[in-house]
């Protein structure tokens, strides 16, 4: 890391470091907050922000059945997220991976068996975080506790899962060491300082409004580097996290992983900016703007979902249907992707109903069956699929 070019950056100072007989440099990141000059373009990002949370969170407190669409929205984040950090694994991969089955031929890109793990980790550990910050707020062991659950069984579960390092670690190309690292977090000592006071942040008194709160944190535990693995889905799932324990989204439907992935060099130039010469402004306008372009677009999503789900219902209630055919089809908004013995399962009914309950969801037209296997054949709900994926784009 060349210490040139963050010396004189306001936003933290350099400590130096040996690792191996080798002298580094490392970029320490002051306690937050930092001072923050709002213009005009800022104040419309925030309130733009805001807006649009505010619209999403309010469509969340009418949703009769809310997690039947909060489960695919979760899932979407944990397969773009994980993406930044180079899994292959699509949704539809996540799905029939989740549900123990193979890969489906002709669909999505299924990826590496470890690669839909990691992605299946990501779930669990937000779905576990999000049922966790309902009765205690984020905090440093709540932290460990996830990272445990990111790490278990995949790479990098050799690296101290759910215990922040203890050893410097850096970032740069594959196969740099320290001293040509693009960027040195903050060594142990200093990094395990650095945390608590970001979890002192986190329970204190609210200075800014609490989007941009979220901005600076997300970058503050970038900056910082706890673990020897995992930082940047620990560090956006505590977006997720923090949206919820803050109160600011009635329903987890709030993801920006989407808009990190779709501007993935940006988001990393704006985050470093910061750390360089304390362009908080730049990096603060780029998060709020990704807050509001999500908002809208899941609160389109859901409603696009919760109009397909009265559709189907409508639909199968003038076929005559029973009520195992319509929670089936309910079931198809949490899980598009099904076979008859996961029907059988879900339902507590018996292999032949759950055959006949397939058999009409398909002749509707609702589901599809892919592949021409006959044993355990699984079935796709398409359209739901499409909606969740932005017609492929996962």
């Not at 594959?174 to 142990?188: I, L, N, Q």
């Not at 900056?223 to 505590?238: Q, S, T």
Request: net charge negative; glycine share 8%; charged share 20%.
């Amino acid at each position: 890391m060349d210490p040139e070019r963050f010396k004189n950056s306001p936003a933290g100072g350099l400590a130096k470091g040996n690792l191996g007989g080798r002298d580094y440099w490392a970029f320490v990141p002051n306690p937050l907050p930092p001072r923050l000059e709002p213009d005009i373009e800022l104040m419309n990002a925030l309130s733009d922000a805001d807006r649009a949370v505010g619209e999403l969170s309010g469509l969340g407190r009418t949703m009769a059945n809310p997690h039947l669409f909060v489960h695919p929205f979760i899932r979407r984040e944990a397969v773009l997220s994980s993406r930044i950090e180079g899994t292959r694994t699509g949704i539809v991969g996540l799905y029939a991976y989740e549900a123990g089955q193979p890969p489906l031929p002709g669909l999505g890109t299924p990826g590496l068996e470890t690669d839909a793990q990691e992605v299946l980790n990501y779930v669990r550990a937000l779905e576990y975080g999000l049922e966790r910050v309902t009765t205690l707020p984020v905090s440093l062991r709540l932290v460990r506790e996830l990272h445990s659950i990111l790490m278990k069984g995949v790479r990098g579960e050799t690296a101290s899962p759910g215990e922040f390092r203890r050893v410097q670690n850096w970032i740069g190309a594959p196969g740099s060491d320290v001293t040509h690292a693009s960027f040195v977090p903050p060594p142990p000592r200093e990094m395990s300082a650095a945390m608590e006071a970001l979890e002192q942040y986190l329970h204190a008194e609210a200075d800014y409004p609490p989007l941009v709160r979220l901005a600076l944190t997300h970058y503050q535990f970038e900056c910082i580097h706890p673990f020897a693995d995992g930082n940047g889905r620990i560090g956006r799932l505590l977006i997720s996290l923090l949206l919820s324990c803050w109160n600011l989204i009635s329903q987890p439907l709030l993801y920006v992983s989407a808009y990190f992935e779709q501007n993935r060099a940006q988001y990393y130039d704006l985050l470093h900016a910061v750390s360089e010469r304390g362009a908080w402004r730049d990096w603060v306008a780029f998060f709020l703007r990704g807050v509001a372009e999500q908002s809208r677009d899941a609160n389109a999503r859901a409603k696009r979902l919760q109009d397909l789900q009265i559709e189907y219902r409508q639909r199968l209630q003038k076929e005559g249907a029973t009520g195992k055919i319509l929670m089936a089809a309910d079931l198809l908004f949490e899980t598009p992707v099904v076979s008859v013995p996961g029907v059988q399962q879900a339902l507590g009914v018996t292999h032949r109903t759950a055959s006949l309950i397939v058999e009409k969801l398909t002749r509707e037209a609702i589901l599809s069956p892919v592949g021409d296997r006959l044993r355990n054949r699984q079935f796709v709900a398409s359209e739901v699929l499409s909606i969740v994926s932005g017609d492929g784009e996962i």
